[in-house]
């Protein structure tokens, strides 16, 4: 086992598509790491979405050994980070485990959004930092540019910058002697108390908890008592090992290095991301700094199709946040829907990713009402509530000030489309704070209500610059917002898990929309079905399933008009009486249509 000056831990990180997973493939054939049968593309995207998108949705460790120029054997525990902003506080928990960090630019993009939000988590958490000019085999890269720009923008010097292309292996073995001579070893003490950091878990039905650990003090060993200090929690240890990427099992984790222990923790409440192993018999004085918790931003509700799946969808929402501290649930009631959960994500992809790992991982069929960003409300009685439910907003009397939560965002883009972007941010109420040259590209700055953005702003943006523009924001707290409740009624009766809190100018335009979207996919029933959008009392939009009708004249060969009428009176008597009596049952499949729309 290598310890102390012979160890490197680091994280790779980048804006999205710049090359962090082909690099780390590349790292891994290169060290020879991974045999050739085992060999295959985004060797460390190990969950099947990742696979299937092409984007990493979790932090991955994996530990390689490298030969190097000066002729020692290095160990490296190498963490590959997602790139997308839903995910960043992934990437926060890796940089917790590692001294350094690659900083992945493409050549051909320069940097972007990301690129710096992700440096300066890594400066701010005083890793140090080996930027990576990747694609320089692309015909448009220009790598003096991306240099310039991480200078300019990032603020880091270039002088260690390394230029690599992921794709074909050039220069990699550059990346490998930077780490070794740039980034530090893990400062440890062997002798002091056990102190191991838990930045990852999941849970195996045969082992338990297996929780995912860079010890920072002491070592762990099988047969070791340890104990979890948030909980005071005492278990035995079974098992330890490495990522390979697969797990493998040693005989020691030692300080210093990153890997996994089991040991039979069944109960998923006695162990939690952010917390600290240490020893039962010599425990350590202080816990290792955790993290700053998550706050989830986005709120939907999710119910099972089948109202016998809800202990299991219970069940799977347990093991699934232990596996992702940013994602949180509470129980709720629907009167279309039956038994849920409110479920909160720090945002849409974030959202969309746990539901296809439930659908997959769990075998559940779920329905996920309409993501909500979540608003502060104060009373006319002078009490403040958090609104994360539209079910949860008072009556409009009874709202003495509805404050809506903004971002400071920043758009990246070419300078010919400035003028497209502006107006997009313009249309979604965003206030103008600065626009910032550098070189051919353009950085705007714009504070922008977070529920404007939620849904198809970034696919917009991407197709009004042709795919160039990358964008960042984060949160600044809330501002007061003229914010109104819409209810949706099928046949003059409100369906609950279809309301909405939406800004009073808006509040036709998506009124209309979910209307006339329901009155699509209702089905026709003997009598008219009236699909309406309301604020109160006031009906704002309202449109119409129209009935079958039997032709009731049929047998009326000629002969007097009146009886005709007669006849159709009599009809429309008998649909108003069935209007009366008769309830309208809105499918599961209305529901998934509306509620999975792209409006």
Not at 347 to 358: F, K, N, P, S, T
Request: proline fraction near 6%.
């Amino acid at each position: 086992m290598l310890t102390g000056v012979n160890v490197r831990n680091f994280s790779i990180i980048a804006h999205v598509d710049h090359g962090k997973s082909t690099l780390a493939d590349r790292i891994l054939e290169f060290t020879e790491s991974v045999d050739e049968r085992s060999r295959r593309d985004q060797m460390l995207d190990t969950l099947e979405l990742e696979r299937e998108r092409g984007i990493t949705i979790k932090a991955t460790p994996m530990r390689v050994f490298y030969e190097a120029n000066d002729g020692q054997t290095y160990l490296f525990n190498l963490i590959d980070t997602p790139g997308h902003v839903d995910f960043n506080y992934e990437v926060s928990r890796s940089l917790r485990a590692c001294e350094g960090v690659l900083l992945v630019i493409d050549a051909s993009q320069g940097v972007e959004a990301q690129t710096i939000q992700n440096a300066f988590l890594a400066i701010e958490n005083g890793l140090d930092v080996v930027p990576v000019i990747n694609k320089i085999d692309l015909p448009n890269a220009n790598v003096e540019q991306a240099k310039q720009e991480l200078e300019d923008v990032v603020g880091i010097p270039s002088d260690d910058a390394v230029a690599v292309s992921a794709k074909t292996g050039e220069n990699v073995q550059d990346i490998l002697e930077a780490i070794v001579k740039v980034l530090p070893p893990p400062k440890v003490n062997a002798e002091a108390p056990l102190r191991a950091l838990i930045f990852d878990a999941v849970f195996d039905s045969y082992q338990g908890v297996v929780t995912v650990v860079r010890v920072l003090d002491g070592a762990i060993r099988p047969g070791d008592k340890i104990k979890i200090m948030s909980t005071g929690k005492t278990f035995e240890v079974d098992r330890v090992g490495f990522f390979k990427p697969e797990p493998t099992v040693d005989t020691v984790l030692e300080a210093g290095n990153v890997g996994w222990v089991t040991a039979a923790i069944k109960d998923i409440a006695d162990t939690q991301i952010g917390d600290t192993i240490t020893s039962a018999e010599r425990p350590a004085e202080q816990p290792v700094p955790g993290f700053k918790p998550a706050r989830p931003v986005v709120f939907s509700g999710l119910y099972p199709t089948d109202t016998e799946d809800y202990p299991k969808l219970r069940d799977a929402l347990e093991r699934l946040s232990l596996n992702d501290a940013a994602f949180t649930f509470e129980p709720e009631t629907s009167d279309a829907l039956g038994f849920g959960f409110r479920c909160g994500y720090l945002g849409l992809l974030h959202a969309d990713i746990v539901q296809a790992r439930l659908e997959r991982e769990y075998g559940l069929s779920l329905i996920a009402t309409a993501p909500a960003v979540v608003y502060r409300v104060i009373t006319t009685a002078g009490d403040e509530r958090m609104v994360h439910n539209p079910s949860m907003l008072p009556e409009p009397t009874a709202i003495a000030e509805a404050h809506e939560p903004w971002v400071a965002m920043s758009v990246y883009l070419p300078e010919d489309y400035v003028g497209s972007a502006m107006q997009l941010l313009q249309e979604k109420r965003g206030e103008m704070k600065d626009m910032i040259y550098h070189g051919q590209r353009v950085e705007l700055r714009y504070e922008v209500p977070f529920a404007e953005i939620l849904y198809e702003f970034h696919d917009r943006l991407k197709s009004l610059t042709k795919g160039y523009a990358s964008m960042d924001y984060e949160p600044i707290g809330d501002r007061p917002g003229q914010l109104v409740k819409i209810d949706v009624l099928v046949n003059e009766e409100p369906v609950d898990a279809l309301s909405f809190i939406a800004h009073r100018d808006k509040a036709y335009e998506i009124g209309r929309k979910i209307v006339d979207r329901m009155a699509e996919v209702i089905p026709r029933q003997m009598f008219a079905v009236p699909v309406q959008a309301a604020i109160g009392g006031k009906i704002l939009a309202r449109a119409t399933v129209r009935a079958f009708r039997k032709d009731v004249t049929a047998k009326c060969y000629g002969g007097d008009i009146t009886r005709k009428k007669k006849l159709l009176e009599k009809q429309k008597k008998g649909k108003d009486r069935m209007k009366q009596l008769g309830n309208v049952d809105v499918p599961q499949e209305a529901f998934l249509a509306v509620l999975s729309s792209d409006d």
